[in-house]
């Protein structure tokens, strides 16, 4: 089965400044795509940015960009010139392409924003 | 914009109730998707169904069940609820398609007392 795992319950970083979550998962597949979530307050699920594991570029999506390692089956966000609006929960999830292709989620990393 | 609704964004319900949550999305997609999430467990899934009257089992099914007897609409029923059933609940759907993305209901604060 696959697993996803985030070690970093809990990070900060300073308003402008650049932050790394990190994000580790285990699977036997080779084709799959793996997602960034972000849940602010209000709850809602808002896709982040998404991988798909035969691209061999990093994706981007403005200040959010990904390091991922297929090798290392390690994908960390990276968030440049953080803003106060990017506080919230981050979840790092797999998905398989063939099969029943649910979403596999990590456990979930708070980020707060300091002023 | 795909929306996905939840029937309800907080409920309190007592133990030994019957309690269903209602999911409604309106982009005609096949599959549909009940997660509960707890924090430092993530959201774990507990039920899918990737058709109307189909399902399948999660990895935490237990003490649950669903209902999908029309595409747009995927219910969770709790038969019997529990204290160790509150959670926060998540429904979501997405298209059939290896490229698509699912999309969430702003969720279910559930405390069963």
């Known amino acids: 089965a696959q697993t996803v795992t985030q070690s970093q319950p809990e990070m900060s970083v300073q308003e402008a400044e650049t932050v790394t979550l990190s994000c580790t998962y285990d699977t036997s597949e080779s084709d799959y795509y793996l997602f960034w979530y972000k849940q602010p307050p209000s709850r809602q699920m808002i896709l982040v940015i998404r991988q798909e594991a035969y691209k061999q570029q990093n994706a981007t999506e403005n200040r959010f960009s990904v390091n991922f390692q297929k090798a290392a089956k390690s994908f960390s966000l990276k968030i440049s010139d953080s803003q106060l609006g990017d506080a919230a929960m981050y979840f790092c999830a797999y998905r398989a392409i063939q099969g029943a292709q649910k979403l596999v989620f990590g456990q979930g990393t708070r980020l707060t924003i300091n002023p | 914009d795909v929306k996905v609704t939840q029937s309800s964004r907080y409920l309190v319900k007592r133990t030994g109730e019957k309690v269903f949550l209602e999911c409604v999305q309106d982009?005609?997609?096949?599959?549909m998707f009940w997660y509960r999430q707890d924090p430092g467990l993530g959201l774990r899934l507990i039920y899918f169904s990737y058709d109307v009257k189909m399902k399948e089992k999660g990895d935490i099914p237990e003490g649950y069940s669903v209902s999908r007897e029309k595409k747009e609409r995927f219910s969770l029923i709790l038969e019997s609820a529990s204290t160790n059933q509150t959670s926060m609940y998540l429904c979501a759907s997405r298209d059939r398609g290896t490229t698509t993305e699912a999309f969430f209901g702003q969720g279910t604060r559930l405390t069963v007392v």
């Open positions: 982009m005609d997609h096949e599959n």
